[in-house]
Structures are given as C-alpha cells and as structure tokens.
C-alpha cells in the first residue's frame, strides 16, 4: 500500500485495534437540516470527546464543523450526493473530487454506490475513476455499497451484502460500508471473502440503544472492523456518552451489557446534562431533559 494511504488510514483506523468508529454526518444534502446536525461544531466536538476515530462530510460542512481544541478527529469527505426531492433519489452524483479532500486536509474520501438502480453504472464508474485517482495521491478511499434497486428483494440478504462488499473491495476501496446481516455467523461470511476492511451502516434511527450496542458488538465479534453510523448517534441524547460506550465495544472488547453500563452510568447521565445546559445557554433554548 502507498505509504501515504498508509497513513492516512491510521488516522481513521485504530492501529492497535485495526476497527473504527466512524460518524457520518453528510445527511443535509439528502433530507436537509435534521435533528442533531443544526450545530455542527458541537456536534464534532462530542464524537471526538466520546472517542470517535472519524467523521464525514461533504466539503461545504468542513468550515461549520472543524474542531479549534480538544482531541483531534479524523476526516471524511464524501463524494456522492441526492436529494429527497429526486424521483431517482438512490442515484447518487459526484459532486467533489480527491483534490477537494485534499485541499481541506481529508483523510480519505467516501462514495456511495447504490446497486440495482437505474444509473447503477454512472456510480461503479464514478467509484472506480475517484479510486484511481486517490490511489495516486495516496488518498484511503471509503465506498458505502448498498443494493437498493427494483429487483433487490432483500437489502440484508447475507449473500447481497457480500456481493455489495466485493464491489467495493473489486473497484479499488480501502474499506467498505455494508448493511449488518442480521446475525454473527451470516456477516463472518460477508467480512471473510472481503480481503478490506468491513464497517457496518446504521440504517434507520433505532428505538433504543442496546439495540445498537448489541448490533456493533455482534458485527465486531463476527470480524467487522467497527461501524459508520450516523442518526442513531447525532441523534442520540448523549452523543458522547454513546460513543463512548460504542468505543468499549469496538476498542476494547467490552460485553453488551458492559458498555451499556457506562452509558447509563452517573458520571455519563451527569456528563449529559452539564453539555445540554451549555448548549441551551449558548443558544438561548431550554435544555432537553436528560
């Protein structure tokens, strides 16, 4: 591997772990601006206090959100956009290059392919050209590979994921981002015929957070190199707490129940509460209760 991609992929992969937590943010272009990504540069401030590796965006986030103090964070720009508004939504454009990220002192870049859909092409085309071009700036490439198209009868088919994965590992990404199968021994299968690394996605917001732990713990367990996820933790009420406790699973080997007993500790209830007061005295609301 080119020893810059070397690099850079250390500052989005824990070296000693070799697994990542990663928070994607990019979702305003698709849906605009929702829940937990109004104020970006506290919401960046609490996946790296939680002990997040890395966040993503598009370029025109990174002035709202780059961090001024505190504990470094890894970034992602990501490529590929559509809006809810599109009557082919799943089709996702380039919308920046390598150099972008480059430029804006990026770790790696991301790109999104939705297999199955109409353009489905226009994307595998897009991702191999941004996966030619990083590799010759030594830039890690992340490709988010989904099958979502009129012919995908099951998106957590075990065999579709692996098939999302091997397009990604195929087309020249560093690491790929795949639906979580559902259980340990079907996604072992997914991650062992993929020779990069595989992070799971989040999907859509989950009604509580053991059920995310337990998601990530099994996914980790099963020889995932961590998680991507995005809403189930901008969203969260204690981002960081969340994090944190995610950050036992994946870096530490903590249990389920482990992690969740630092998450609901005193210490990250009162850790909660301490930052909703600040950020409502910053902008003037009254705080959410813990």
Partial sequence: MHLGKTIRMERIINRDTERTIVVPMDHGVTVGPIQGLAHMKERVNEVAEGGGDAVLMHKGLVRCGHRERGRDIGLIIHLS???KHSPSTNTKTL???VEDGIKLGADAVSVHVNLGDDQEQQM???LGRVASSANEWGIPVLAMVYARGPQVKDAYDPEVVAHCARVGEELGADMVKVNY???MESFARVVDACCIPVVIAGGPKMENRQD???MVHDSVQAGG???SVG???FQDANPAGLISSLHKV???EYSVEGALEVLNSPAAIQGSSERQTLRAQKHSVVPESA
Wanted: hydrophobic content about 40%; aromatic content about 0%; cysteine-free.
């Fill in 225 to 227: 190199s961590g998680l």
């Fill in 95 to 97: 919308v920046g290059s």
């Fill in 181 to 183: 199968t559902g259980d």
């Fill in 212 to 214: 995310l732990v337990q």
């Fill in 250 to 252: 994946v870096h530490k």
């Fill in 124 to 126: 595998l085309a897009d």
């Fill in 231 to 233: 809403r189930n933790i």
């Fill in 81 to 83: 956009a559509s809006t």
